[in-house]
């Protein structure tokens, strides 16, 4: 499913630009537009789903993939051994700005808590 005027949707569709570290069968990441850490990279489903809940209601498993490619991205980006932060925002109230499924990944440097 596709939302043809979600941002990451088109992004997936290659209608917009965006720096792709790795695009696998089901996934895509690329870096963040405003990072917020040396490394800042989001993963996101190529299927449209709203936010990681309705994503874990509707496509059993995709949750895992996006997480499993997030560490793929950080092995790659030399932050796994260190440590990195995996973030899902969801809602508005969440700081969730765009409405598709995204993980933030980041690393790079000491990430304190709490964080926000």
């Not at 690329?30 to 299927?47: C, E, K, S, Y």
Request: hydrophobic share 45%.
């Amino acid at each position: 499913m596709v939302d043809p005027d979600c941002l990451f949707c088109k992004i997936v569709k290659g209608e917009v630009p965006a720096e792709i570290i790795r695009a696998g069968e089901r996934t895509v990441a690329f870096r963040d537009i405003n990072p917020q850490a040396p490394t800042h990279v989001l993963v996101i489903p190529r299927d449209h789903h709203p936010d990681a809940a309705s994503a874990a209601v509707h496509d059993s498993g995709l949750l895992d993939e996006v997480v499993r490619e997030a560490h793929e991205v950080a092995v790659a980006e030399g932050v796994a051994e260190a440590g990195y932060r995996i973030v899902f925002n969801t809602g508005v109230a969440g700081g969730q700005t765009v409405f598709h499924l995204h993980a933030h990944l980041l690393g790079g440097r000491g990430l304190d808590w709490p964080p926000g």
